[in-house]
């Protein structure tokens, strides 16, 4: 966890190529398994030709990202952040609009229209600037892993020490 970590800080881009591909190996696995399954597994749903599409399609979305990792990359990666720039807008301007609407019930509404600017502002970043976004993620993540290696590593040197003492 610490060695991935380290990885996202010091190098994002090449951390979320690693991530699209391992997800394009696993949507491969999750359609040959699929598709073997349903070919000679025993039990057969109600949704076999269901089954059969949805499995052959991730099979060959996992075949597409694998083939082309950076034009996948860049294109999840995008998609992905549109939608959580939208949905930040969303939830920015839903909170400005109901605490204005609302506002004799509440003492003071400046936190909450705050909020909602802060929103509306992430939003607006995570949509003009995608890939930026999605790098700065990455680091934020590989900030968060390696802080959560170092608890780890605290708590098995405790439990150590601790049997060390029995």
């Avoid at 010091?10 to 349903?38: F, Y």
């Avoid at 089954?51 to 979305?61: E, G, H, K, T």
């Avoid at 939830?91 to 609009?97: D, R």
Wanted: no cysteine; net charge positive; hydrophobic share 65%.
């Amino acid at each position: 966890m610490l060695l991935a970590g380290l990885y996202a800080i010091i190098w994002p881009g090449e951390a979320l190529t690693v991530l699209v591909l391992a997800g394009g190996i696993l949507l491969v696995v999750d359609g040959v398994l699929g598709l073997w399954s349903l070919t000679f597994g025993g039990g057969k749903s109600g949704n076999y030709w269901f089954d059969v599409i949805s499995n052959a399609l991730s099979l060959i979305l996992g075949v597409l990202i694998l083939i082309s990792p950076l034009v996948a990359t860049v294109l999840t990666v995008s998609i992905l952040a549109v939608m959580v720039g939208i949905a930040a807008l969303l939830v920015g301007i839903m909170q400005i609009v109901v605490i204005v609407r609302e506002r004799e019930l509440y003492a003071r509404i400046w936190p909450v229209v705050l909020s909602g600017i802060s929103y509306v502002l992430l939003g607006l970043v995570f949509l003009l600037f995608p890939l930026l976004s999605a790098s700065i993620g990455m680091i934020l993540g590989g900030i968060l892993l390696v802080l959560f290696s170092f608890g780890l590593f605290g708590w098995a040197w405790r439990l150590y020490q601790r049997s060390k003492a029995s």
